[in-house]
């Protein structure tokens, strides 16, 4: 029995989240609930996600209602044994909201900004996160995909970062990164990548990269072996299948959030999780001067016709030990047939997730990666 | 990203255009600000201190302070213009326009078309619009049709911080003349403004609020008010859509023909005065162009066809308020044939 009395908060999803709606409750009050029990959906201006329960124990109270809209920390929630009495819950409620409006007034939400590296002659933008009070595990870098950025892993990077230092970075052209790029092409990004890493002194790092991310992950592996513990791909480009011409296409002409649409749905099996917020960032990234050149320069030179890098040859060669993840409903990269990989290379398949697989299947897939980082550690 | 004020995001978009390319110059009344006393330079920087810091960065050859001749600013930038620099003309009061109205329709608005595309006119007119500082009758006037009347000027109406820095931006690139309204009351109102450059692409509205029920035109600060009725609106089931055209001209007409044929109701808010207006001209165009879509009469919001008034009470029911937009709103949404 234990009388420990654990509050489950807005989460934090990602830099810019300040608030979040409760949407729907999946249990009630009573129920018992276990660790990693999907409980609450919630839905920030950019994406909706589900909650998992942070503990396991019965559900003494729910304090947000559906429809309500609170900013991150504020309670959901506690989860409590049944020794505890309802007047000591009553008291603990009662104290965290007091206690949090008292800081909410006095502090803000400052939280980890980005910060910035000189990285050979580019300038690269990336966020850190690390546990708080011990070193963790080996680091691990987290690189982005086509026309995203460093905010892509707001539903992994934290919840990797528990249990190792998390470097979250915007490629050349993307984010906060130089928009001149003078190496477009596949081995001039992961140099770039390679150059962050000298500029940081990480010697040895777990590579996780989503899409043509995830080229460039493999990519560095065989170029810089020694410099990689363990490669992740989600969705990964380098495979040898296919990229969906009409993603680039409309993804790079897209002037106006209506025709951003047609893209950003390709990314996602539920298309509903486009939202306008999402939508606009988008936009408002290609505004910026330099992206379109850097990105038409991109998506010539590493991702359309003969130029897409086909890995598959050299992939048996990588020492470091791979997991490959996929969204089974991918409609950008063509799915590879995993039966059909090296056998360094171990496949996980999200039936219900689309290209944005550390997205729609975040949870899951955050739990899948830190098992398999976990080994290699 | 940072928040920053509109009025920092004006400052913004001239200090990284003047960086980028030095033909563009700034001139105007007091731009420079603290000349010739013995104080500090740039002791102000323009009557709303937007030019604050240019003269320290540019020196007095790129931020040149001018006479109180509105007729030389305009010609001088006008004509400079035309010989390869890319001036940003400070029109301080919209309301001045009629003492160098001449230079600016027609002569800068001209020579692209006498000239047969052989001439670039590159000049953009800074200009302060709008009401409610009580300024009286000759400093409160929202004076943006007129420029829209003339063919060959563009006329941009930011309503916030993002828009007015990628607006500005795009204005200082183009190669015709310009005409850039800043609305008073806007410059302290805050918008996430990335550091880095970028253009907002002139005729692309915005739609600040989706809905399928009621279309707002609404222009400069009137976009506030306009999204706070949508917001407020919202809570009883009426779902209003906020289109806000960003520039008078080009105007995107079909973003707005598109948003009229889904909702079948436009109310139009406007703060300058109802005739030949851009309420007049938006109606006019809804009314040949989705005619069949109208569920309900047009509704306008404007100020009434006098001056604005002096005394402080008169003035605030003069402009546009939120409850004369939600009294608008609920009109359409309740008119029965």
Known sequence: MSSEIIPIKVPKWGLAMEEGTIITWHVAEGDHIAKGDEIVDIESSKIANVLEAPASGPLRRIVAAEGEVLPVGALLGVVADESVDDDTIDAFIADYQERFAKEAAEAGSAGPSPETVDAGSLTLEYLKLAPADFEGGVPAVLIHGFGGDKNNWLFNQAPLAEHRATYALDLPGHGGSTKKVDRPDLDGLTDAVIAFLDALELEQVNLIGHSMGGAVALNLALKAPDRVNAVVTVNGAGYGTAVNPDYITNFLGAKKRRDMKAAAELLFADSALVTRDMLEDMIRFKRLDGVEEALKAIAEATLLGENLPDLRARLGDIKAPILGLWGAKDQVITVPDTAALPENIKAHLFDDAGHMAHMEAANEANEIIEAFLEEQD | ?337
């Open chain 2, 1 to 337: 990203m940072a928040k920053k004020t509109y009025r920092q995001a004006i400052s913004e978009a001239l200090f990284h255009e003047m960086r980028r390319d030095e033909r563009v110059i700034v001139m105007g009344e007091d731009v420079a600000g603290g000349q010739g006393g013995t104080g500090q330079i740039d002791a102000y920087g323009g009557v709303l201190g937007v030019t604050k810091g240019l003269i320290g960065e540019f020196g007095p050859e790129r931020v040149i302070d001018t006479p109180i001749t509105e007729s030389a600013i305009m010609g001088a930038a006008a004509g400079a213009a035309t010989q390869g620099l890319r001036p940003v003309a400070e029109l301080m009061f919209v309301d001045f326009l009629g003492v160098c109205f001449d230079q600016i329709y027609n002569q800068a608005a001209k020579f692209r078309y006498m000239f047969g595309g052989k001439a670039v006119t590159p000049l953009v007119i800074r200009t302060m619009i709008g009401g409610g500082l009580r300024a009286a009758a000759q400093h409160s006037q929202t004076l943006y049709s007129i420029f829209t009347h003339i063919p060959g000027l563009k006329v941009v109406v930011p309503s916030n911080a993002y828009d007015a820095k990628g607006l500005l931006i795009q204005a200082i690139r183009d190669d015709d003349p310009v005409i850039f309204c800043e609305h008073k009351l806007l410059y302290d109102t805050e918008a996430d403004v990335p550091d880095e450059a970028y253009t907002i692409p002139f005729g692309e509205a915005e739609f600040t609020r989706e809905g399928d029920d009621v279309t707002i035109v609404a222009f400069s600060r009137m976009v506030h008010l306009a999204n706070q009725v949508a917001d407020k609106l919202a809570k009883d089931g009426i779902e209003v859509e906020v289109v806000d055209p960003r520039t008078t001209s080009p105007l995107d007409e079909d973003s707005i023909i598109e948003s009229v044929e889904n909702t079948g109701r436009l109310v139009i808010v406007d703060e300058a005065p109802p005739r030949c207006s851009m309420a007049g001209d938006i109606a006019g165009l809804v009314a040949r162009e989705a005619f069949g879509a109208l569920k309900a009469p047009i509704e306008a919001v404007t100020c009434p066809h006098t001056p604005v008034p002096f005394s402080p009470a008169l003035e605030d029911l003069y402009i546009p308020s939120a409850e004369k937009i939600e009294a608008a709103v609920r009109k359409v949404m309740e008119y029965k044939p």
